[in-house]
């Protein structure tokens, strides 16, 4: 079982750069993919990216690629997520999840467990 923890959300202006954390408490962290997702206001949950167990690969949304950064420190039992180049459609609260799955996956059902989220505000 994991519990996670996300931080580094905060107010950056457009073009800025941001970077969250997701802190894992739980045995076996390496063993789970991650994945960080967002909602805005009025919209449903969004798949943001994903990076496997060991690092070695990761994915992303085509609304990001380029732009974001997914990374874990298993030694720290941390995910990341850098955010560069922000745009207003950016502004969100965003998740971190962890997922069971080998394979890549964007469904937000097929993560085990979640975060609380934290606050992205990108303003124009």
């Known amino acids: 079982q994991v519990q996670l923890v996300e931080s580094g959300g905060g107010l950056v202006q457009a073009g800025g750069s941001l970077r969250l954390s997701c802190a894992a408490s739980?045995?076996?962290?390496?063993?789970?993919?991650m994945g960080w997702f967002r909602q805005a206001p009025g919209k449903e949950r969004e798949f943001v990216a994903h990076i496997n167990w060991s690092g070695s690969s990761t994915y992303y949304a085509d609304s990001v690629k380029g732009r974001f950064t997914i990374s874990r420190d298993n030694a720290k039992n941390t995910v990341y997520l850098q955010m560069n180049s922000l745009k207003p459609e950016d502004t969100a609260v965003y998740h971190c999840?962890?997922?069971?799955?080998?394979?890549?996956?964007?469904?937000?059902?097929?993560?085990?467990?979640w975060g609380q989220g934290t606050q992205v505000t990108v303003s124009s």
């Open positions: 999840a962890a997922s069971t799955i080998r394979a890549v996956t964007t469904s937000s059902a097929r993560y085990n467990y």
């Open positions: 739980g045995r076996t962290f390496s063993s789970y993919a």
